[in-house]
């Protein structure tokens, strides 16, 4: 993008698609201006632009426009308050009036909408910014029907709401996914519930395969691999026998919760020396590490596969392996750095559940754990049809 073509675009008169602001420090403004971009609710299928460092009202207004300040507002596309994740670039232009620079956030109109912040539905239709009504949101529903992008967001015909566990839904997912305010606004039945949030095609009329995942009371006749398997082995191979095992079936809430409790306790401190006058107390396996790296696999494995989620601990490491390879635009020379998302819709459902913090971090997470345990860099191995992380364990346990 020139200068002249940063100018043309203030000066446009296009409101729904440019916004311009001397602030810096107005975080929900911003989230609010990327969420109504991506929500694109007038359909041109054009991008938006937030535009930092112009004042209307005082032409000669200059903001320095620092590394720092690009990596805030790059942040807001992985942590986690926009959801689903937007698509948007940040980068560093010059002013179109000279002396100075602008920031320019430019945001792709999302193929998935509705996207929410706060749980709400942010809009811009030329001048006007709001939160969608019903029948707005509705519209952005029925657009997205007609795109499946990925294997989660696409219909399950053998699905049906008898098999899901709705309660679930309305006391435990909803309140966490939609703002108070519009439940209590809510007019609209469950299946437009559950669409809304990407776990129902209203146009088929049936769950999506996310919604089956997510809340099926049984979905292992639908999805054979969607399961976690633990074994630990009383040696370091696999012909050496098993000391222990367990399996993990169910929806996914029931899955990451069981998960969730029994990695609680499972790995205790245990006082090593370090020199002749000091102890440290190190865990033969640092727990934060172990989850980071096993809601990774729950999140990017691929759900067609009838391979379960290999959970395997041995005398000398743990091996967490997943059916599925690098997904997109990932690849052996670029990871953990770049991300890509097989399945968006239930890595929106475990942020929501708060089994994911922010995204793209849950490999640089479990570095970090294991770092500060003393314990080995973790290994990874990429296949074609699967992804494997390897644990050492601590060398002094």
Known sequence: MTPEAIKSLIESGEADRVEVTRSTDNTDKFREAICSFSNDMAGRGLPGYLVIGVDENDPAFRLPITDRLLQQFASYRSDGQIMPLPVLNVAKFPHPDGGGDLLVVEVTPHDMPPVRFKGRVHIRVGPRKDTASESEERVLTERRASNFPTFDATPCPEGDLKRMDLETFRQTYRPQAIAEEVIAENHRDVKEQLAALRFYNLK????????????????????????????????????????????????????????????????????????????????????????????????????????????????????????????????????????????????????????????????????????????????????????????PKHPLR
């Open 204 to 391: 088929r009329d049936c769950p999506t395969n996310a919604g089956m995942l997510v809340f099926a009371y049984d979905p292992l006749d639908l999805f054979p691999g969607a399961k976690v398997q633990f074994v630990q082995f009383d040696g370091q191979e696999l012909s050496d026998a098993p000391a222990a095992e367990k399996s993990f079936s169910g929806n996914l809430i029931t899955v990451l919760s069981e998960l969730d409790s029994f990695l609680k306790g499972r790995f205790t401190q245990k006082p090593v020396p370090v020199s002749e006058l000091r102890e440290q107390a190190v865990f033969d396996y640092p727990p934060e590490a172990i989850r980071e790296l096993l809601m990774n696999a729950v999140l990017h494995r691929d759900y067609q596969s009838t391979s379960p989620v290999r959970f395997y601990q041995f005398t000398d490491r743990i091996e967490i392996q997943n059916p599925g390879g690098l997904y997109g635009e990932a690849s052996r020379e670029n990871f953990p750095k770049v991300n890509a998302y097989r399945n968006p819709i239930i890595a929106e459902a475990m942020h929501v559940l708060g089994y994911v913090n922010r995204f793209g971090r849950g490999i640089a997470r479990a570095g970090r754990a294991l770092a500060e345990n003393g314990s080995p860099e973790a290994q990874f191995q990429f296949e074609t049809n699967h992804f494997l992380a390897m644990i």
